[in-house]
């Protein structure tokens, strides 16, 4: 058996070490809606550490109602991952953050500049870049990206019925979960869901995991779903040989993050199993064979951590965003 | 001098008593996207606690980019107000939760009783009704109310510098707040921003302190910042008495919830106190009237609560809310 346990902690980068106060800077940015050009979307509402790390909708919704074109991914032990993104085009957790901001149809700030010159506007947050990073100059685009990065850090969902299990409580596991763990084996899905994070072998950052989706293209699910409107990395790319490749995603907490897949088209996990099964092994399962499947996926949900709430540094007397 | 101190603790209904399941089930749901129709808005969303219990825009905007068509009030110490909204449409915090709930253009629930089926179908949120208000049947949509209102009674600001001052901490206002303090009493702002949270004198609940505004119509400001386009508490009661009859708002924590006014117009604090002088009392102040009055105005910034957020009860393989 090949399984592997959540690690402890993930990978620090050299050059954004973690501190209390950079988290803690970091967790204020992530939660603040100002990084939006009209005050009302965050990190949060798309990735909501309060749920799921998502917003278990079929796409996200930004600025002035816009829908993005994929799904939001879990932010739960994203720092696990050796890239971000769907199709992976952000190398590390600190370039991904620098993505939604400048997003016109998810944040919308219309350059790093104005978002660097909102922040600067703030008081007390010149105040905590100051102390985290050193100096006047230090609220910076990159240093924004890196405070909430090393918030993401900490985001991590230890200790479930699984890494119990994997660390020798052998009751942590239902009967029917450990036929389940048995199945992803024998039908071929451990053959990319593997590692750490269920997301594929550990990788150097900056390395992507990728896999065709579909593989196997003609079958009912494929139309019925909408999954070759999206060319995924190739999107990102340009290069033909991307063409329908994506990054493997995690099944850590799978179970709380409906709906399935990069267009959020399929409803329950119950039904996105049998459309994997179809689509990458071309294989068709039974009621139970899902329904075991499924209760192997459910005891991968960790604890999500307690968040206490920041309190935003405010600008007396008056307001940043636009209307 | 006729101020008051915040009280400890605002009134608690005979028929709402607080315990902490409550509360902590109100958290919940204040801070659940679900409570809007696509899963993206919560009431947290415009009255947000981590900041200034509001969204500082001019007018919040719901499910779907909808604005709606006035500035969202501060929730912070909103249980010491005797009315709700600005036209003092809802007599409690209970009344009041009902409302942005099934506004189309807020959270955009069709019915209070779909409302009451999608929280009837996540099941960690049953147990917790039955725990707090008994029986199976307790989810209700009067008992969502009544959750969420319980919470909202916690969201209180003591220990501004303006309530220490009170208590005999002479030292606890500036010079200039002080000077401030007389000004607004020998202008007339307290003729109505009276009583412990400036809004007029304490009253029975669900009985309103309204005032004209603007009464003095013939001056710049009310063209400029379209002061007469809503007419009010009449747009609730079609009652042509309340032509322009408005709830008087609170100053507590008002250096915070920048833009000003029931339509946001206004984008400082000292451009709103010198309309509020020439518009409610027909006077000009100085500029250095108006600096003195804001540093009092500031010095009713009370201590904002750390909140811990809530993990959300979830639905194990699939999704509740619209796309």
Same mark, same amino acid.
């Given at each position: 058996m090949g399984f592997e346990a959540l690690p402890d902690k993930p990978a620090i980068p050299a050059d954004n070490r973690m501190s209390a106060a950079k988290v803690e800077l970091g967790k204020q940015l992530y939660f603040d809606p100002r990084l939006s050009v009209d005050g009302t979307v965050s990190c949060n509402s798309c990735h909501n550490v309060i749920a799921s790390g998502t917003d278990n909708r079929p796409v996200s919704v930004g600025v002035a109602g816009q829908k993005g074109g994929r799904s939001a991914p879990t932010v739960w032990n994203a720092a696990f991952l050796s890239v971000q993104f769907w199709d992976g085009r952000a190398a590390s957790l600190e370039d991904q953050a620098k993505g939604p901001i400048l997003n016109h149809v998810e944040m919308g700030i219309p350059s790093a500049e104005e978002a660097v010159n909102r922040i600067r506007s703030i008081p007390g947050y010149v105040e905590q870049f100051a102390v985290v990073f050193g100096g006047k100059k230090s609220v910076t685009y990159d240093n924004i990206a890196k405070a909430i990065a090393a918030y993401e850090r900490t985001l991590l969902t230890p200790n479930s019925q699984f890494d119990r299990y994997l660390k020798g409580d052998k009751k942590a596991l239902s009967?029917?979960?450990?036929?389940?763990?048995?199945?992803?084996?024998?039908?071929?899905?451990?053959?990319?869901?593997?590692?750490?994070?269920?997301?594929?072998?550990?990788?150097?950052?900056? #390395?992507?995991?990728?896999?065709? &989706?579909?593989?196997?293209?003609?079958?009912?699910?494929?139309?019925?779903?909408?999954? !070759? %409107?999206?060319?995924?990395?190739?999107?990102?790319?340009?290069?033909?040989?991307?063409?329908?490749?994506?990054?493997?995603?995690?099944?850590?907490?799978? #179970?709380?993050?409906?709906?399935? &897949?990069?267009?959020?088209?399929?409803?329950?996990?119950?039904?996105?199993?049998?459309? !994997? %099964?179809?689509?990458?092994l071309g294989k068709t399962l039974t009621d139970k064979e899902v329904g075991d499947i499924v209760s192997f996926l459910d005891s991968l949900t960790g604890k999500l951590p307690k968040q206490v709430l920041p309190q935003l540094p405010l600008t007396p007397n008056r307001t940043l965003t636009e209307k």
């Open positions: 009967e029917q979960a450990k036929r389940g763990m048995k199945l992803v084996e024998q039908v071929g899905c451990t053959a990319c869901h593997n590692g750490p994070n269920f997301a594929g072998p550990a990788m150097p950052v900056g #390395t992507g995991f990728y896999q065709k &989706f579909p593989t196997f293209e003609n079958n009912e699910y494929v139309k019925k779903y909408n999954l !070759m %409107a999206d060319t995924g990395r190739h999107e990102a790319t340009k290069n033909e040989a991307d063409q329908h490749m994506w990054r493997v995603p995690t099944w850590r907490n799978v #179970t709380l993050t409906a709906p399935y &897949f990069h267009n959020g088209s399929v409803e329950t996990l119950e039904e996105a199993v049998r459309v !994997m %099964a179809q689509t990458q």
